[in-house]
């Protein structure tokens, strides 16, 4: 569909139901639910979301004290992507007030963030970001070094930059076997507002993020065309867009949870204390807002409580100063030159109260030793198994092979024609574990789980 103009991207036009892999067949539903509230409900009950409850977000999965696995922070970043978007619709409803098919298209911002921000973290391996580097490593370190004279450029950028983002594309439009044509059959939208970036992994750079893999490159410039998002001119001619604008609510959405709740967390796991926590969560508003949180607080006598309410007030504030951004900000978003994330756009005490927390997380936090230890034991368990299933992919007549492979679920392409093509059946299926089953797997490969009765 084409743009009605090239310089800058339309809202009723960025806004579509139409479904991926279901193009040519649109059933107008009655009832209550859009067609955005059914990928939030379709989402809900599918088996990759259900599965996010045994991943880890930072900390290990939890033992005495309850800590955020992914299925618990997706569900947040979606309550508060869904705040943060409609806040936006508000400031946006003024600047179109004239514009009946634009005003149309804002009522579903909500909906269509709230859908993405519980997509986000479908594609993530086990072990939380380990799991990335690990099978990123795993090829540009490790055995798989040997593939890389077998590999086109772009197969080979796929697999040492392996993004978790493209992943989630991927595992919601690819058609596995036995599945339906469109995968997740997910709305347009609700696609586009997921990839945080647009672009093929030969363009992943030092960064080394990417926001599809070749075998979905189609799929990607499909769906963007379709929406009218800009397309961005590279020297080597490599695919690249620009963001689809809700990409920066879900974004913001994603930060704003990761960073707070983060620090909860480590505050109930004892990493951090309270008089560490307060001051710095403290730091976030004016004078006379903290005297009457200090107020507040004074009647309550549980840490735990103090920190939850504040948790709770910085949110709120974020969505607020994010969602200002977001309109001051909506022309650049528009025309694909907006820079940096809405974050970085806030006012300066709260953009310098989030700058805080981030470099206490670093420091503290994500060094911390529990932290350190899931992610040794991730890149083992991880490397282990991507060396093992590949191994058998690629010389499937071996008898070890033939009885690895039998565990691995049919709907996984591992008699895929190509050896690109066999080695993204591996991640699929190494990707779709939980930390619990790929430890189990671990242990069972080298022995350690047997059950012999005499």
């Not at 806004?15 to 939030?40: A, C, M, T």
């Not at 008089?275 to 004074?298: A, N, T, W």
């Not at 103090?306 to 909506?330: H, P, T, W």
């Not at 005490?349 to 927390?357: A, P, Q, T």
Request: glycine share 6%.
């Amino acid at each position: 569909m084409a743009n009605k103009r090239t310089d800058i991207m339309q809202w009723d036009t960025l806004i579509s139901d139409k479904r991926f892999g279901l193009e040519h067949y649109h059933d107008p539903k009655s009832g209550v639910r859009n067609d955005f509230q059914r990928d939030f409900d379709r989402l809900v009950f599918s088996s990759p979301f259900r599965r996010l409850q045994n991943k880890t977000q930072v900390f290990p999965l939890p033992g005495s004290i309850f800590v955020h696995n992914r299925l618990t922070h997706s569900l947040e970043v979606s309550c508060v992507g869904r705040s943060l978007a409609n806040e936006v619709a508000i400031r946006l409803r003024e600047r179109y007030a004239g514009n009946r098919s634009v005003l149309d298209s804002l009522n579903y911002l909500g909906d269509i963030v709230a859908a993405a921000c519980l997509a986000h973290d479908l594609g993530n391996p086990p072990f939380g970001h380990s799991g990335e580097k690990a099978i990123q490593a795993y090829f540009s370190e490790g055995a798989g070094r040997r593939f890389r004279s077998q590999l086109s450029d772009k197969e080979w950028n796929d697999l040492i930059h392996f993004e978790g983002n493209a992943n989630a594309f991927r595992l919601l439009t690819h058609q596995f076997n036995g599945r339906r044509k469109g995968g997740f059959a997910m709305t347009y939208s609700t696609l586009a507002s997921i990839v945080k970036y647009p672009f093929e992994s030969t363009q992943a750079g030092d960064h080394g993020k990417f926001g599809f893999f070749t075998s979905e490159h189609d799929s990607f410039i499909r769906v963007a065309d379709e929406l009218g998002m800009l397309p961005v001119k590279t020297p080597d001619g490599a695919v690249r867009y620009a963001r689809h604008p809700l990409v920066y609510i879900v974004e913001a959405a994603d930060d704003i949870c990761y960073e707070i709740m983060d620090i909860e967390d480590a505050h109930k796991l004892k990493i951090l204390t309270t008089d560490e926590v307060l001051p710095l969560l403290l730091g976030y508003f004016d004078e006379e807002r903290r005297d009457h949180m200090l107020k507040v607080m004074s009647h309550v006598d549980d840490p735990h409580e103090k920190i939850g309410y504040m948790r709770s007030c910085i949110i709120g504030l974020l969505v607020e100063k994010c969602a200002d951004a977001f309109a001051q900000n909506e022309n650049d978003i528009m025309r694909g030159t907006f820079s940096g994330s809405l974050l970085d756009h806030i006012t300066p005490l709260e953009k310098e109260g989030y700058r805080r927390c981030e470099a206490l997380s670093w420091e503290k936090i994500y060094c911390a030793s529990d932290v350190v230890e899931i992610e040794l034991a991730g890149t083992r368990v991880i490397s282990f198994l991507i060396d093992e299933l590949v191994k058998a992919v690629t010389d499937p007549t071996l008898n070890y092979s033939r009885l690895l492979l039998a565990k691995v679920p049919e709907q996984y392409e591992i008699g895929a024609p190509t050896l690109y093509g066999k080695i993204q059946a591996v991640l699929d299926h190494i990707s779709g574990m939980t930390d619990v089953y790929a430890l189990d797997l671990y242990r069972r490969l080298n022995g350690m789980s047997l059950k012999i009765n005499y």
